[in-house]
């Protein structure tokens, strides 16, 4: 059974940077795919990037440019490098494996991107 643990949120105004860490209570060395996700008020959650055993990443449009996954696995980490952060980023983050199983969600971390 892995647990995932999802740190390094914070406020931060727009144009400024947050990196998000992942970590893995068992090995995530097996898991193909792993994949951030984020959840603002009101909306659903949404695959933001994703990464694939040999390091191929895939973004959604919305931060195609400013985001960066990668992946330690002796670390057994997953890290979202955020960049030029904008308000409509802010949201809760989580990682979990793609596609997504009910029983990884953790319990995210928030993301608030304002002035």
């Known amino acids: 059974q892995v647990q995932l643990v999802e740190s390094g949120g914070g406020l931060v105004q727009p144009g400024g940077s947050l990196r998000l860490s992942c970590a893995a209570s068992?090995?995530?060395?097996?898991?193909?795919?792993m994949g951030w996700y984020r959840q603002a008020p009101g909306k659903q959650r949404e695959l933001v990037a994703r990464?694939?055993?040999?390091?191929?990443?895939i973004y959604a449009d919305s931060v195609k440019g400013r985001f960066a996954i990668s992946r330690d696995n002796a670390k057994n980490t997953v890290y979202l490098q955020m960049n030029s952060l904008k308000p409509e980023d802010t949201a809760v983050y989580y990682c979990?494996?793609?596609?997504?199983?009910?029983?990884?969600w953790g319990q995210g971390t928030q993301v608030t991107v304002s002035s």
């Open positions: 068992g090995s995530i060395f097996s898991i193909n795919i």
């Open positions: 990464i694939i055993s040999g390091d191929y990443t």
């Open positions: 979990n494996t793609h596609p997504p199983r009910y029983d990884y």
